[in-house]
């Protein structure tokens, strides 16, 4: 059986604008990030994929099975959208075993699976909690907890760590990189932190075109030898920035540290050094206009 | 799942404020319009009023309708029709004021000046008093003179009659099915003992009562569910959780029936407990009467009754919500039901096409067996308009799940 899921030449159009442009990918198993800016067409494109958008040009299909046949494709995915909440007035438990009811789960199932799966989100101690007297941390948690009840061959999860602190990012990533093993996660972020921290294969879109589907390693690859550092002053900042796509700063009394992006050396003193997934993104996003880069 | 499914939406309610607030509400209307007195007993001999029937004499039918008719007419004000159900004013013009006189004239064998001068002198030795307690004394010189002529047979009247209602246009009150509701009078001491006899042997006396039951109840019926059916879709909108239920392999037909059927079974969740106390006063009466009680009457009217009414009145609040997800179902739920209640025909006590029948009597059997194929073809049409209703839910929420349809249009959810 297949493990992977395939998009050939998805378009997909709200009246007059396109949001998705003849997106073509594979997506294999394990985390796969999908990156873009707000509007890109990340939500879009997740929400095909969980059945509640059809698209309106292409083919897509879900570990073999075509994303038209609805009923097949929700018992085999889980789907964290991107400001999920519940009932308020429900408690953790009792929303789980909605949600599992929901999902066809047996009575024994649930009984089974949901304390295994609020343990796994350290929200054990937390079954009577009313979901309106929940952080946005244990919202996601119980979130994800939902997603993968009904044990999802395909995990959508759609801007997971927006609005949460550095501390409950990094326990919800690793959570989704626990979870990742043996299924297709796909994860979609405008924070380049949660994919470079996560994922081995990325896909970047912007303004609904693909612009690089790969594994991390190629991202960086592509922009070896493109990344520089400088320490310059305020006055020279101004036309750094016009000049170059600047990736990082640090502020140094009256100079600044900067590290941006250049096709070669751009002055004396500027340093190469390795790239980060972030300045990769940022080379993808404004050197590489319209075309799509597959590797 | 289905099954599942139900009993967690009715757990949801349990919790719900709006549950306990219909409770209250249907337990205050209750006790307010139906707990107190309300004992049949048999009627003693000699009393002053037995009430009133509607009689079967066919003289007195056609001599009433005449009468009424004759009224009307002099009186210039509008006519009054049911067309579907509901009332509306008709003005005839000169030229059908005109035919309208002409069947008079041929009821009464006299020429309308004749009956028009006897009219006035009638009305000129007529008066009317209202004691302290708005009782009415009425006083007439001389009998009401515009009366059918004996060699008119009543078939020829009915004829005649349906002229009149074919003028004055459909649901007219002068049409052939409507003519006995003219012929009210004054019950006899044996009409009334009969009515008793048949609420203890045909109606076994909880019959009678579960049929004013039914009447009081089903005008709460007719509007809360409202509030549910539109509380239930708008619980899922504010609560965000649409997406995520969506995205569920649970089939739209399953969540949304679940969800349909936990309301129908909330609403009638109390109403059968409630029926047990008229059911109480029914066996007192039996008991005394020495007569059995037919212990289910109540289960039996409930779901002939007033299950049709839940189950309309809820797919209706359902299916407007789902397509709109506004609170435009309980806008047109609380104008339906206006004019299901303040605009029905022959007052308290006819089905016609009314979503909410009226019965508001305790007895009067032969009378409610007249009306029964009526309410029985009513009851089957509410509920196949509900089932369409929630076939056509099924179908909204579908293309919502499908992001075809979002808020009742084409979806233009542009979200990144």
Sequence with gaps: METEIRLEGVCKYYGRKQALKDVTMTIPTGMFGLLGRNGAGKTTLMKILATLLKADEGKVSVCGVDVKNSVKIRSMTGYLPQDFSMYGNMGVYEAMDYLGTLSGMSKKERMERIPVLL???????????????????????????????????????????????????????????????????????????DVEATCENIAILDEGSLKFVGTVEELLAMSAGKIYTAEVSRMELEKLKKDYIVTGMLTKGSMVDVRFVSEERPFEGAKNCDPNVEDAYLYVMNEKGGETICL | ML??????????????????????????????????????????????????????????????TLKDLVIDFVSERPFATYPVGFYKEITLSEEERDEVAACI?????????????????????YSVEYDDFGRQTVEEKIPWPVVTDPEITYGEFEEIMEEVAGIIGRGSDYGKERLKGHAEVKMTYEQALSEYEDVLYKDKVSGAYARIFCDYIGIILGLLPVFFGTARVLKDKRSRVKEVVYAKRAGSATVVCSRYLAIVIMILLPVLPLSLLPLSKAVYVARAAGVGVDYLAFLKYAIGWLLPTVLFVTAFSYAVTELTEGFLAVLVGAAVWFAAIFLTPFGLKHAGWNLIPRFNSLGEYGLFSDILDQLIINRILYTVFALLLLGITLMIYELKRKGVLKNGKVSENLGS
């Excluded at chain 2, 020429?111 to 009305?123: F, G, L, M, P, Q």
Aim: glycine letters at 6%; hydrophobic letters at 40%.
């Design chain 2, 105 to 125: 004239e041929r009821l009464c064998k006299m020429s309308r000046e004749e009956w028009e001068k006897a009219v006035d002198e009638y009305e000129e030795g």
């Design chain 1, 119 to 193: 343990e796994k989100v350290n929200l054990s101690n937390n079954y009577r909690t009313k979901v309106k007297a929940m952080s946005g941390g244990m919202k996601r948690r119980l979130g994800i907890a939902q997603a993968i009840l009904n044990d999802p061959k395909v995990l959508i999860v759609d801007e997971p760590t927006a609005g949460l602190d550095p501390e409950e990012r990094v326990r919800f990533r690793n959570l989704l990189c626990e979870i990742a093993e043996e299924r297709i996660v796909i994860l979609s972020t405008h924070i380049v932190g």
């Design chain 2, 3 to 64: 099954i599942s499914l139900i009993k967690k939406e009715c757990s949801m309610w349990m919790k719900s404020i709006i549950f306990y607030a219909y409770v209250i509400i249907l337990v205050v209307f209750y006790v307010s319009q139906m707990e107190s007195g309300m004992l049949i007993s048999r009627p003693e001999p000699g009393a002053a009023d037995y009430g009133y029937t509607y009689s079967d004499d066919e003289r007195i039918i056609m001599d009433s």
